[in-house]
């Protein structure tokens, strides 16, 4: 097995888990759930999904590169960066296809996938460049960070679009403002 064949697998991996992870706090909604999955259908909150799919399927990737015993650099690294670019990937081909026709499944899913993608083609450069293995230790305490800000914006979202579940017409975890 390659490392590019790695990233494939990853694709699909984390593509499951998202769909995997999209109900989970509707399941067990406790305040650690609540964190790493979405607790709403707004757009930020499928940010989270997608962030907590790319981190979580990280474990099951280390296993199958050790397992397989593939070269790679820069674990961490890649993990964060793969996770942190889907973000600003999803949202610059979603906002203006949102704006003009509203939220759609088909296209929240395709664009996810495109996402998804994209963030594993940046995984496979930094898993193979060898200029950022000073960073695993950066990279892994701003995983942390990440979810520090997550938590916070979860409990105390901020009032904007982004953060606005238009089906149930609430912004964050129990905050009723319409």
Same mark, same amino acid.
């Given at each position: 097995?390659?490392?590019?064949?790695?990233? #494939?697998? /990853?694709?699909?991996?984390?593509?499951?888990?998202?769909?995997?992870?999209? /109900?989970?706090?509707? *399941?067990?909604?406790?305040?650690?759930?609540?964190?790493?999955?979405?607790? =709403?259908?707004? #757009?930020?909150?499928?940010?989270?999904?997608?962030?907590?799919?790319? &981190?979580?399927?990280?474990?099951? %990737?280390? #296993? *199958?590169?050790?397992?397989?015993? &593939?070269?790679?650099? =820069? $674990?961490?690294? /890649? !993990?964060?960066? @793969?996770?942190?670019? &889907?973000?600003? &990937?999803?949202?610059?081909?979603?906002?203006?296809?949102?704006?003009?026709?509203?939220?759609?499944?088909?296209?929240?899913?395709?664009?996810?996938?495109?996402?998804? *993608?994209? @963030?594993?083609?940046? /995984?496979?450069?930094? !898993?193979?460049?060898? %200029?950022?293995?000073?960073?695993?230790?950066? @990279? +892994? *305490?701003?995983?942390?960070?990440?979810?520090?800000? $997550?938590?916070?914006?979860?409990?105390?979202?901020?009032?904007?679009?982004?953060? +606005? %579940?238009?089906? %149930?017409?609430?912004?964050?975890?129990?905050?009723?403002?319409?």
């Amino acid at each position: 097995m390659s490392l590019k064949t790695t990233r #494939i697998i /990853s694709v699909i991996g984390i593509f499951l888990l998202c769909f995997l992870f999209h /109900s989970l706090y509707e *399941i067990l909604p406790n305040s650690l759930t609540a964190i790493f999955f979405p607790v =709403n259908e707004s #757009i930020w909150e499928h940010q989270k999904l997608m962030f907590t799919s790319v &981190i979580m399927w990280g474990v099951i %990737d280390y #296993i *199958i590169l050790k397992k397989f015993n &593939i070269k790679y650099n =820069n $674990f961490f690294t /890649s !993990l964060f960066v @793969s996770a942190l670019t &889907i973000i600003p &990937i999803f949202l610059i081909i979603y906002l203006p296809f949102y704006y003009k026709i509203g939220p759609k499944m088909f296209l929240n899913i395709g664009v996810m996938g495109i996402a998804i *993608i994209l @963030s594993q083609v940046i /995984s496979y450069f930094i !898993l193979k460049a060898k %200029d950022f293995n000073k960073l695993n230790i950066v @990279s +892994f *305490i701003l995983i942390i960070v990440s979810y520090i800000v $997550f938590a916070y914006l979860t409990y105390k979202p901020i009032k904007g679009e982004l953060f +606005f %579940d238009t089906k %149930d017409e609430k912004y964050g975890l129990n905050n009723y403002n319409v």
